[in-house]
């Protein structure tokens, strides 16, 4: 196992308090594993919560700040934080307005922010939740009862993020959060394992000639494994799914996020091989991510994510936002 | 060899569609191999123009847009660009006020610019070049006279940039150039090798007990190779040698960039060790970047670049800036 730690151990902690020297915008609370605005809670503005188990960064950590998300909890890596980790982010964050818990749709993620709903009701604040399942790539899987919750994430993080910061109230902000997820599917594909610290050796053997058609953001099974293919062909198989899933003509938001050992010249290449097939199918791709937004540690691969995007979502997407992961003004 | 690449003879090829697929405020001149601004020639401002091997992305065609560069010329992957192409950029953003060479230090792009440079005088260009030789690791090196030129080019294409943007004079920008280049050191570090995608295999072993302290980023050797140690002590691997080049002490824009194959988590592992080290150093990180920003293909490391910033200096760098590789406002 070749990686940048102290111990295997302490990797989380020692993390966090590079997020804490290298990001000025945020305040890390050590104990708790929560990244928050520096300056939350802010008043009468809804608090936006997500976090999950570690090792798919910049998600979500590198999306605490003004216009994206008030905090991130983080769990060990790919552990669900605990619903006290969920508590203390939600009081932190709370202004008054009400919280949004953005959830993935793993069991031990939704059951623990579902506590943490329920002690933060019992403490007078109002908490609503939405449910992110976009993976197109299998129903159910190793931690997951339905689709697994990806990439689509990243983009409703964005675009509830810009509602909240410009006023809007809780009930608003949780049916726009319910549109984008309504309106948003993905699907990955894996050239390597990833390497757990912890367990300081790759979670799954794939050979040297296979990759993993639709694998999860932890190495759990995908569709099938197949011998490895050229990036068109790999292209194919990452947008016939997502247009075999739903209608996605229209203009969109498409993310290709790496999964962590993936350069970018390679997903730039991949892009360019995605990007006919998209139009083909009748998607506008109106705004694009090409990069590391959602990854898998140190996994060579990509997933590819298309959300459906009106002008309302569109213009959501525009708006300022000033994070480690996505910064960018008026 | 795992990649997404459809033949390896065509990878830079089919990099540049995907990035002309994705990026939107860019050209991509594919016959000559340039990534352009979208709104090049600017009437009246000083051109900026870089270029070098491909396999470092998001550098440089990553950082050209509003605010940065006007033109970057791709090589192949670890070769350098023809002056051909370098000519064809330099004639394409020239809007009358001059154009700046952007230089790393190899001899092949050295003497590339300047057979460019000297084209481009005679067909009635004005000139300047500036080349960086930041990498304090070895004098001399596999494809170098003198020092390699690694992450203060980043840095200072930003700060130039914003004095570009803002109007100054060719002899004004080459002099702040002049005056970046002299304030930024760099030292990187290698868990393991790139591989080439024309070689199939990786450029050189290294056990999996081993790295390569000081390594270029094209996998030339470094300094010298041990056994594979924390965190904690790269760092100091990586802190020292600069520190010990010159008088760091005081403000400065500090990047820990990632070299291809190293996720994010590990480089915010990674940063939490050097800020103590820099801080007892004297060094003020008044900016800071962590991620890919300066690459060796799938390379798994890091490289750590401090440039000492004056108020000028920071306040270019603050200016806004809109390309894929760096995003922000006012």
Redesign the interface.
């Known amino acids: 196992m070749?990686?940048?730690?102290?111990?295997p151990t302490t990797?989380l902690a020692?993390?966090?308090?590079?997020?804490?020297?290298?990001?000025?915008g945020v305040r890390v609370d050590l104990d708790n594993r929560v990244i928050l605005r520096a300056d939350a809670p802010r008043s009468g503005k809804v608090g936006l919560v997500s976090g999950g188990g570690?090792?798919h960064?910049?998600m979500h950590g590198?999306f605490v700040g003004p216009g994206m998300l008030d905090a991130a909890c983080a769990g060990e890596?790919f552990t669900s934080p605990t619903p006290d980790q969920m508590l203390a982010a939600t009081k932190a964050v709370d202004g008054g307005a009400g919280v949004l818990h953005i959830v993935k749709n793993y069991t031990g993620d939704v059951l623990n922010f579902e506590m943490a709903a329920e002690l933060a009701s019992a403490e007078g604040i109002r908490v609503e939740s939405v449910v992110v399942a976009d993976d197109v790539a299998v129903e159910d899987s190793t931690w997951t009862a339905g689709r697994r919750g990806v990439g689509t994430t990243v983009i409703l993080e964005k675009i509830v993020g810009a509602a909240a910061e410009a006023g809007q109230d809780l009930d608003a902000v949780k049916a726009l959060a319910e549109k984008v997820s309504a309106n948003g599917r993905s699907m990955g594909v894996a050239?390597?394992s990833c390497t757990v610290p912890a367990a300081g050796k790759p979670t799954f053997e794939l050979p040297?000639d296979q990759?993993e058609v639709g694998v999860g953001i932890h190495g759990e099974p995908g569709r099938h494994r197949e011998a490895?293919a050229?990036?068109?062909e790999?292209a194919r198989m990452l947008v016939d799914p997502i247009l075999h899933d739903f209608d996605a003509s229209g203009p969109a938001i498409v993310m290709?996020s790496g999964l962590?050992?993936?350069?970018?010249?390679?997903?730039?290449?991949?892009?360019?091989?995605i990007?006919?097939l998209l139009a083909a199918g009748g998607v506008d791709a109106k705004r694009?991510l090409?990069g590391?937004y959602i990854?898998s540690?140190?996994m060579?691969g990509?997933s590819l994510t298309v959300v459906k995007a009106d002008d309302e979502l569109l213009r959501l997407w525009d708006a300022?936002v000033?994070t480690?992961g996505l910064?960018?003004?008026?």
């Open positions: 070749k990686k940048f730690i102290n111990d990797v020692d993390a966090l308090r590079g997020v804490q020297a290298a990001v000025p570690s090792g960064e910049p590198g890596v050239l390597t040297d990759m490895l050229s990036a068109r790999i290709l962590g050992g993936t350069p970018l010249i390679e997903l730039y290449l991949l892009y360019g091989e990007a006919p694009i090409v590391d990854t540690l140190d060579a990509a300022p000033e480690a910064r960018w003004g008026a």
